[in-house]
Structures are given as structure tokens and as C-alpha cells.
Nanobody, 123 residues
Framework: VQLQASGGGLVQAGGSLRLSCAAS????????MGWFRQAPGKEREFVSA????????YYTDSVKGRFTISRDNDKNMVFLQMNSLKPEDTAAYYC?????????????????WGQGTQVTVSS
């Protein structure tokens, strides 16, 4: 299984970025997909998740109304549109895949992880 995240970068506060994650080596449409982030010196935390059939999405409170998760099962990709970015959003962002039978918000549910893509928001 390979998950390749991209789209990070340096942006000013209030700006936008769109993260992408390309998946291969798994039956993508059967997996829930999540985005997590980890800032220096902090634990990895849940950001957002989308169910295998797109029926259900979750967001951590701090990004609700600003971030939108989506997926394209035909292209084996998941996206995170991030608007109104804040300095506290600065972190490495990771995409991950989990069995659809497990909790979508728990880090422990995700056995497959991509490499991080760095998001830096300047004030």
C-alpha cells in the first residue's frame, strides 16, 4: 500500500491550500480515509475523515467551517481543501487509510499512512 500526500507549502494567514493524497495497492473504494497532522513537539492529531462511500465526514472542531474533505474513488484520491488558514494549522499533514469497520477518528484505526506534507502558515 502506498499513500502519497502532496500540496503542502508556505502560505500567509487567511490563505488556502489543497492537499491531495494518491493511493495505490489497496481497494481504495473500500477504505475510509483520514487526514491527521503533527506539529513539532506535539502528538499526531486527527483533522478530518471521509467514509468509503462519502456518506460520512468528520472534522476536528478547530477546522470545522474552514476545511473540506473529499474523495474521488475513480482516481483513488482524497483531498483536503483548507481555507482561512491560521498559524496554528502549521504542521506536517498525513493521509491515512482505515478499514471501514473501524472508528474514523481514532489514529489507531489507520494501519496505512503516507509521508507527511508540510503546511506552514505565516502570521
Amino acid at each position: 500500500v502506498q499513500l502519497q500526500a502532496s500540496g503542502g507549502g508556505l502560505v500567509q494567514a487567511g490563505g488556502s491550500l489543497r492537499l491531495s493524497c494518491a493511493a495505490s495497492g489497496l481497494t481504495f473504494g473500500s477504505y475510509n480515509m483520514g487526514w491527521f497532522r503533527q506539529a513539532p513537539g506535539k502528538e499526531r492529531e486527527f483533522v478530518s475523515a471521509i467514509s468509503w462511500n462519502t456518506d460520512t465526514t468528520y472534522y476536528t472542531d478547530s477546522v470545522k467551517g474552514r476545511f473540506t474533505i473529499s474523495r474521488d474513488n475513480d482516481k483513488n484520491m482524497v483531498f483536503l481543501q483548507m481555507n482561512s488558514l491560521k498559524p496554528e494549522d502549521t504542521a506536517a499533514y498525513y493521509c491515512a487509510a482505515a478499514s471501514r469497520r473501524l472508528s474514523m477518528i481514532r489514529l489507531e484505526s489507520y494501519p496505512y499512512w503516507g509521508q507527511g506534507t508540510q503546511v506552514t502558515v505565516s502570521s
